[in-house]
């Protein structure tokens, strides 16, 4: 059942139809999802001083009505490792069509995935994991199930995958934190039975595994009408 935080989130970006990052991550965090430690930031000393209290570096990304896809207008900006770095992204972002400030964030490492979920005008919300990412769109390596899921079904979809061995390590490199995946794929399946009635889709892309947690690096929530 939602709290009435997050209806508050849901019906204050009604108009624009999708909730901006900053505030779709606080919408996770009240879910007890996990999300990088961010600030959303108006002024370039905000920016800074979070910076210095995580530790460089730090991704940068614009805030706007306008901008949905950020990537397509220079609006995302990682590794900053000083605030030099970090001033020269907030004055950029300050162009841009109805900029709102700027998210700042800790940077995360790990596999890269994509969690996503839908809702199907039959089955109601379905949900998706796959190997995410840039590679997203070229390998299409994602598997989807009705909701709800438990954790039967999160590994069935991790063996579904081709890439499932980038998850339970491949070669030298360390398997991500499987109990987690799973935590983060149940939990969110449960939000987005929750959300049902006022989401049209959930795309978070990448969320990021390593052995010792997945973290929702990026995240995009496209309202109903």
Not at 41 to 46: N, Q, V
Not at 166 to 182: A, H, Q, Y
């Amino acid at each position: 059942m939602l709290n009435n935080e997050t209806i508050k989130i849901i019906d204050k970006y009604r108009d624009i139809g999708w909730i901006p990052e900053p505030e779709a991550k606080r919408l996770f965090q009240i879910a007890g999802l996990n999300v990088p430690k961010y600030i959303w930031a108006h002024t370039l000393d905000e920016a800074i001083k979070f910076a210095h209290r995580t530790g460089f570096p730090v991704v940068a990304k614009v805030v706007s009505p306008h901008v949905i896809h950020k990537s397509d207008v220079g609006g995302v900006i990682v590794g900053i490792d000083t605030d030099e770095k970090l001033k020269k992204a907030y004055n950029t972002f300050k162009d841009l069509d109805g900029s709102d400030g700027m998210l700042v964030e800790e940077m995360v490492t790990g596999q890269e995935l994509i969690i996503g979920a839908k809702i199907d005008y039959q089955f109601g919300p379905v949900i998706l994991l796959g190997i995410g990412g840039t590679v997203v769109e070229l390998y299409q390596d994602v598997t989807m199930r009705m909701t709800p899921i438990n954790k039967n079904d999160v590994m069935s979809m991790i063996s579904s995958l081709k890439g499932r061995d980038l998850i339970m390590g491949f070669r030298s490199n360390e398997p991500v934190n499987v109990k987690d995946l799973t935590d983060m794929m149940t939990g969110f399946s449960s939000l987005t039975v929750d959300l049902e009635n006022h989401i049209q889709s959930i795309d978070l892309n990448p969320v990021i595994c390593s052995g010792d947690r997945c973290i929702i690096a990026d995240a995009r929530i496209i309202l109903s009408d």
